[in-house]
Nanobody, 125 residues
Framework: QVQLVESGGGLVQAGGSLRLSCAASGGTFSMYVMGWFRQAPGKEREFVAAIRWGGGSTYYEDSVKGRFTISRDNAKNTVYLQMNSLKPDDTAVYYC??????????????????WGQGTQVTVSS
């Protein structure tokens, strides 16, 4: 059974940085797409970034392009989300997710079959 465990959230001032980690287990992840999503209070869960584990191709939501970087460490089975130049609007619970069987990089929550428990990111102004 695939398990995803996020860590690295916290409280940071605007302009600061955080790095989120997602430790994955229970699957052959070279065949997976890994995604990061976020959900702010009262809002729907939204796509942030995705990476194809096998080839490393990436895709970002427009508002985070140039500020966030998704990457993976094959040896550690871990996916990262480096977040720089954080803004108060980035405040949300951030979730790691895994999808398999996609030729493209899926961006909708229902396209991902496995989810972590989430980690809170709060950016103060």
């Amino acid at each position: 059974q695939v398990q995803l465990v996020e860590s690295g959230g916290g409280l940071v001032q605007a302009g600061g940085s955080l790095r989120l980690s997602c430790a994955a287990s229970g699957g052959t992840f070279s065949m997976y797409v890994m995604g990061w999503f976020r959900q702010a209070p009262g809002k729907e869960r939204e796509f942030v970034a995705a990476i194809r584990w096998g080839g490393g191709s990436t895709y970002y939501e427009d508002s985070v392009k140039g500020r966030f970087t998704i990457s993976r460490d094959n040896a550690k089975n871990t996916v990262y989300l480096q977040m720089n130049s954080l803004k108060p609007d980035d405040t949300a619970v951030y979730y790691c997710a895994a999808a398999q069987g996609w030729a493209s990089l899926p961006r909708e929550p229902h396209e991902y079959g496995f989810w972590g428990q989430g980690t809170q990111v709060t950016v103060s102004s």
